[in-house]
T-cell receptor
């Protein structure tokens, strides 16, 4: 069955430290990959996506993720986090192409401490 | 832009009653809307895909007679949980995809349903 695994339910980190949120998916011929962020009392917002082309994708607020086909991973990284990055992060995969059907991971709670 | 709202944000109801949840795209038209369900500390699970003017497409294992979906306009989709039971208590989230584009889904803030 198609699935997405986020290995860490919670990641505590100090401000300005680097962070990596892990995401693995079940193998498929073709996938589209997404990271969403959810701030308290708000809807999910698209952080970044991989559809095709360069395997390294970046967001406007310093996050990046790399599509690794051989390891079926799409880990999210940031070299230096801020307090404002505290949120829930969801990895999602579309096996059918585009935004038609998203399969989500369970989410990782990133808690940035001063 | 691209704001999706849900109403109510939380609701508590008695077992056996029906509850309606609204999902609105506030500043764009959405031919397609999606309904998800999220249990605590678990993934969002797609329940159904709602297309304006036609019947919703339900995912395997989702009872269409229990979770009634209506998408009567390009800005509104409703999910009605009929004869709710405590096991229906969950977080329900909708998303909307702008019409005419192969564009991303924009998510609502979710509705917390508690059935006593």
């Amino acid at each position: 069955a198609q699935s997405v695994t986020q290995l860490d339910s919670q990641v505590p980190v100090f401000e300005e430290a680097p962070v990596e949120l892990r995401c693995n998916y079940s193998s498929s011929v073709s996938v589209y990959l997404f990271w969403y962020v959810q701030y308290p009392n708000q809807g999910l917002q698209l952080l970044l996506k991989y559809l095709s082309g360069s395997t390294l994708v970046e967001s406007i607020n310093g996050f990046e993720a790399e599509f690794n086909k051989s390891q079926t991973s799409f880990h999210l990284r940031k070299p230096s986090v801020h307090i404002s990055d505290t949120a829930e992060y969801f990895c999602a995969v579309s096996y059918s192409g585009g935004y038609n059907k998203l399969i989500f991971g369970a989410g990782t709670r990133l808690a940035v401490h001063p | 832009g691209a704001v999706v709202s849900q109403h109510p944000s939380w609701v508590i109801c008695k077992s056996g009653t029906s509850v309606k949840i609204e999902c609105r795209s506030l500043d764009f038209q959405a031919t397609t809307m999606f309904w998800y369900r999220q249990f605590p500390k678990q993934s969002l699970m797609l329940m159904a895909t709602s297309n304006e003017g036609s019947k919703a497409t339900y995912e395997q294992g989702v009872e269409k007679d229990k979770f009634l979906i209506n998408h009567a306009s390009l800005t509104l989709s409703t999910l009605t949980v009929t004869s709710a039971h405590p096991e229906d208590s969950s977080f329900y989230i909708c998303s909307a995809r702008p019409s005419g584009k192969g564009d991303e889904q924009f998510f609502g803030p979710g509705t917390r349903l508690t059935v006593l």
